[in-house]
């Protein structure tokens, strides 16, 4: 559906809003069974997070899944109905920006993360198909992601994916990394119509040979891909998270996902006792950078286990495979400045629709033209949203909270706007650590220093707690390791910092403290999704999620973050994950 003025859909402004928060209030009712008692649960040491003069050892967790009290013990003795246990606690921790479904299809296709070359591919690929072997039929097609031509020192092409007699025939379709180019075999080629010249927003590689589509022109592929049924859908989403669990997240934003994708969602929530995680779900309409209210009226709604309220838009591509969208051409790309998926003026006027209809908007936005573009786009819209103009920054921290998701590249006249207008920065830690080794050869020094990867910064320009998160499973999910990546500007697999001084953080001036960081994915993603003082905070009225770990987080060594083990973890007052 293409974007329009807002009169042509015959759907007045008035009427989209009456139907946001009808649909709000239906879905106000919790989607899991609550608890049929209170329980008093005590620890070695509890860091709430909440300011208090307090140093809690004890908490209360009523029948609805909620804090009810925190409390020290009188005389230190604990009370007799508590649950004593060693251990200390943190609060449950959030991902501003993962993917659950594409992270439990992840878990169930070929994992090509850190594949040094093509024979790699290859042999992951057999191993796979031989443990599944009905994979790679017209009705199952082999998927994967995880490749990077960086280590292939060029695109890969069709043909390589049938020269081995073992894939011959095969249908397979394999996303590069960062999911903005998918690689796919012979026989998904001719699948195909004669393909396009070009492709408005995306490209088409045909240079060493076809089979890599990027950005928009994946839509030429997507849609003939055999979907899994909802049943083998479920036991992806359940699969993604246990496996969140387990590394301590007790919530996530999913940062886009279609109208059919959520009403899965909430039939699963709303029955399934292993929906563990709670979800902030950002619709992206089924084409996207488009205003589908009808598809938003049907999905939209706030619960203690999925809300939906925000929309996902997308202004560039990725920086891997030079589609970021950049103001100057790319130092090692003289000939190209990226992709924008939506010209500036378009994209102001979808987020003007949705957020007059009452959305909360999040824009993709990775290169410095793309994010120029989107804090364009949110300047205009404040315009129509605030009434005083000397307070805009306000009105968006109260009522909107527009966000720009990645803020990888910005100019330092932009970050200075985003500063004024309180745009909120959506930060993953490790794309910094993972883009390191390409970094400097993509933007060149000047950009690099001045306009990339931004952490400390974005303090200064955002006075809420930066929402971090790992983009997940572009990259693993384990918030630790972002942690690890903020604070030591390292490699979290490896230990690793700068490419040219191993033993160094890279741009180091740019490290979060780890207070820092555990609040960027604990009280940032909650400000993020209009949680404050529900999530990410252990206090009186706040959600009963918390995370168990075997020393105090503060008292860690840094290094040590990279491959700690969470003990134990609760959502709302129920033990979702055990060490074993």
């Not at 109208?259 to 950002?282: C, F, P």
């Not at 207008?421 to 970094?439: C, E, F, G, N, R």
């Amino acid at each position: 559906m293409p974007s329009s003025p807002l009169l042509r859909w015959g759907l007045p402004i008035c009427i989209l809003a009456i139907a946001f928060v009808l649909a709000i209030r239906q879905q106000q009712q919790p989607l899991q069974q609550p608890l049929t008692t209170s329980a008093t649960h005590c620890y070695t040491s509890v860091r709430t997070l909440w300011p208090t003069n307090d140093s809690p050892k004890c908490f209360t967790v009523s029948s609805d899944g909620s804090f009810s009290d925190v409390f020290t013990p009188k005389d230190g003795e604990v009370p007799e109905d508590a649950v004593s246990s060693e251990g200390h606690v943190i609060p449950g921790l959030w991902d501003g920006h993962g993917h659950l479904r594409q992270y439990g299809e992840f878990l169930h296709s070929v994992d090509l993360f850190g594949s040094s070359s093509l024979e790699e591919v290859m042999v992951r690929v057999k191993k796979y198909i031989a443990e599944n072997p009905s994979a790679g039929s017209k009705d199952e097609w082999v998927r994967g992601i995880g490749w990077d031509q960086t280590f292939f020192g060029r695109m890969p092409t069709a043909d390589e994916l049938a020269q081995d007699p073992d894939l011959k025939g095969l249908y397979i379709m394999l996303d590069r990394i960062d999911v903005h180019c998918t690689w796919v075999s012979p026989a998904v080629l001719q699948l195909l119509p004669p393909l396009p010249p070009t492709v408005p927003g995306g490209e088409i590689i045909r240079e060493p040979g076809p089979g890599v589509f990027c950005d928009n022109a994946m839509d030429l592929v997507l849609p003939l891909w055999p979907r899994p049924n909802p049943a083998a859908q479920a036991r992806q989403v359940r699969s993604a998270m246990a496996a969140l669990n387990e590394v301590g997240l007790v919530g996530m934003h999913d940062a886009g996902e279609t109208r059919k994708n959520l009403e899965l969602y909430r039939e699963l929530a709303s029955h399934d006792e292993e929906w563990t995680v709670r979800v902030y779900g950002m619709l992206e309409c089924d084409k996207r950078n488009t205003f589908c209210p009808e598809d938003a009226a049907v999905v939209a709604g706030e619960s203690d286990f999925l809300t939906v309220r925000s929309v996902k838009l997308f202004a560039d591509g990725a920086l891997g495979s030079w589609g970021s969208a950049m103001l100057d051409p790319y130092a090692d790309h003289p000939d190209t400045s990226g992709t924008l998926l939506i010209n500036s003026s378009a994209l102001t006027t979808v987020t003007s629709q949705w957020s007059t209809a009452g959305y909360q908007v999040n824009i993709h936005a990775i290169g410095d033209l793309a994010n120029r573009n989107a804090i364009s786009a949110f300047s205009t819209a404040l315009e129509r949203l605030c009434p005083d103009p000397a307070d805009f920054a306000s009105c968006q921290r109260a009522t909107h909270r527009f966000r720009i998701e990645h803020s990888q590249i910005i100019h330092p006249e932009d970050q200075k706007l985003i500063s004024s207008l309180s745009i909120a920065p959506s930060v993953q830690p490790t794309h910094a650590t993972s883009d390191m080794k390409y970094a400097l050869s993509r933007l060149g020094s000047e950009r690099l220093a001045k306009s990339a990867y931004r952490m400390r910064s974005f303090l200064h320009v955002h006075p809420a707690p930066l929402i971090l998160g790992s983009d997940f499973p572009v990259e693993p999910p384990n918030p630790f390791r972002g942690m690890y990546a903020a604070v030591a500007r390292r490699d979290p697999a490896t230990g690793l910092g700068s490419p040219d001084k191993p033993d160094q953080g890279w741009h180091l001036d740019e490290a979060l403290t780890l207070d820092e960081a555990l609040e960027g994915f604990t009280k940032g993603p909650a400000w993020g999704a209009f949680l404050e003082d529900r999530a990410g905070v252990i206090k009186p009225g706040a959600y009963a999620d918390w995370v168990v770990l075997d020393e105090p987080l503060e008292k860690t060594d840094v290094e040590s973050l990279r491959s700690l083990k969470v003990k134990e973890t609760w959502v709302g007052g129920k033990r979702v994950y055990a060490r074993a």
